[in-house]
Nanobody, 123 residues
Framework: QVRLVESGGGSVQAGGSLRLSCAVS????????MAWFRQAPGKEREGVAA???????TYTDSVKGRFTVSQDTAKNTLSLQMNILKPEDTAMYYC?????????????????WGQGTQVTVSS
């Protein structure tokens, strides 16, 4: 059984930093992409950052230069370093994994999802 468990969320002031982690257990056949998505209250879930098994990364425009996605294949973990946080980054953050070759930030291409971790940024 595949499980994705996020951690590292919390409350910070604007300008601060947080590091999210996602621990993957179980076997995902031909896993290609892992990603972070977020959903703010009253808004649709959106892709934040994704990383392909060969190291290709992609980010949504609003976090470029502030967030960094990385993975440790040996430890089977995904991370998201978030710097210069803004109030508009406040959301529930979800980790996802998938086997589609061109998943990028398309949430429909992801099969496995975590339960989420809350990030709250105050002004």
């Amino acid at each position: 059984q595949v499980r994705l468990v996020e951690s590292g969320g919390g409350s910070v002031q604007a300008g601060g930093s947080l590091r999210l982690s996602c621990a993957v257990s179980g076997y995902i056949n031909n896993r290609r992409w892992m990603a972070w998505f977020r959903q703010a209250p009253g808004k649709e879930r959106e892709g934040v950052a994704a990383i392909e098994s060969d190291g290709i990364t992609t980010y949504t425009d609003s976090v470029k230069g502030r967030f960094t996605v990385s993975q440790d294949t040996a430890k089977n973990t995904l991370s998201l370093q978030m710097n210069i946080l803004k109030p508009e980054d406040t959301a529930m953050y979800y980790c996802a994994a998938g086997s589609e070759p061109f998943a990028y930030l398309n949430q429909l291409a992801y099969t496995y999802w975590g339960q989420g971790t809350q990030v709250t940024v105050s002004s």
